[in-house]
């Protein structure tokens, strides 16, 4: 019987055509094969007065493949849309279950979040139908790019040059001026604040006469500087353990936050080494997907994953920096269809698999792997120190920190830091002096 797998990308046809038997023969639709005309009133693609119906039309350069696609089917005998697990994904599948006039041949949807060996076959033994639910989902989503980018584009060039607008666009310039009307709206407040200077340590302003510090010009901390002395009794000296806990691992967003503050890489430049890393990079003469799917609003590991994960912390750091799994924030508004991005398998360290990458690949997938071993270990632990000195009125206040276990640190300290700040020897009721005040 002979299988025809259509997938969006042809390195991931590549990927998994490696995974299935022989009767399998896996095709790329090169993402969307349809999108709406450019017809009807405005040139929408809709019908308005009819319940805002869409109209499709083969996207001009995808018709050869289109083509292709139809006489591969006509020579299959089950067909498997094999799409990307999200919106776009399952809309792409139902536009080829239309197009390719699929009536008759069992058809079949396969959904899988890694495109590992396991996850392939996996996927292919449970196959289900088009999710027709997240299908209008995105029909929706593109009637309104069209519906308000078509409209609001041609309003915003006539009036004032601008090339284009959206749903995206319309929401992100809001923001944009909410916050700039915020700015503008603020009221310059001067302030100072006031260190003294010891050996080997600062302690800053804190209190005057039992309250909260406010001083609000030069003049006013001058008279206060000069009513003061350079001798300080120590009134408190507090310890208390504390502890930093590990970051959940990586959901789109926050992949993106991070790529771009620690890698500089913009948005677009992170999702699309993601997907490579998620199709699949040559290994040793054969393609593995390292990370799971790169489109997700959920923090959730696997059981199996994280199983594998903390054996690998016990075996390489030790039993002590083994944790449980750390839980992102809470939201209503999240979808949990998938997991969070992770590596496929833990056995693929960023030093494995460094030579088979471009340095970009190794950058983003290192940052992944470690995030998320990192969310499965404890957390780093370390003492804080405060010290309260008196002087007349004023009541300075100096702090250190010292680390006493690395925790999930031993892992992610390329991208999270820990400042040590040591505080010599003090004892309550001590005195002593300092060198100099720094008033700014």
Known sequence: MKKLVIVESPSKSKTIKQYLGEEYDVLSSKGHIRDLAIANVGGLGLD???????????????????????????????IYLATDPDREGEAISWHLEQVLDLKGKPTYRVVFNEVTQDAVQEAFRQPRSIDLQLVSSQETRRILDRIIGFKLSKLLQNKIKSKSAGRVQSAALKMLVEREREIAAFVKEEYWRVKAVFDGFEAELAQLNGKKAKLSDKEETDVLLSRLSDTYTVTSVAKKPRRRTPKAPFITSTLQQEASTKLNFTGQRTMVIAQQLYEGVDIDNKSVGLITYMRTDSSRLSGSFAQAAQSHIEK????????????????????????????????????????????????????????????????????????????????????????????????????????????????ENATLKHKTFEPT
């Open 48 to 78: 308005i007065d009819n319940d805002f119906a869409p109209q499709y039309d083969i996207i001009k350069n995808k018709v050869s493949i289109v083509n292709s696609l139809k006489k591969a089917a006509q020579q299959a005998d089950e």
């Open 316 to 427: 390489t750091y030790g039993k002590a920096y083994v944790g449980a799994p750390v839980k992102g924030k809470k939201t209503t508004k999240g979808q949990d269809a998938h997991e969070a991005i992770r590596p496929t398998d833990v056995a693929w360290t960023p030093e494995r698999v460094r030579k088979h990458l471009k340095r970009d690949e190794y950058r983003l997938y290192k940052m992944i792997y470690e995030r998320a071993l990192a969310s499965l270990m404890k957390p780093l632990r370390y003492t804080t120190t405060t010290v309260e000195l008196k002087n007349k009125e004023a009541l300075f206040r100096a702090s250190g920190q010292k680390k006493t276990f690395e925790g999930y640190m031993v892992v992610y300290s390329d991208y999270e830091s820990f400042e040590t700040k040591t505080l010599p020897k003090l004892e």
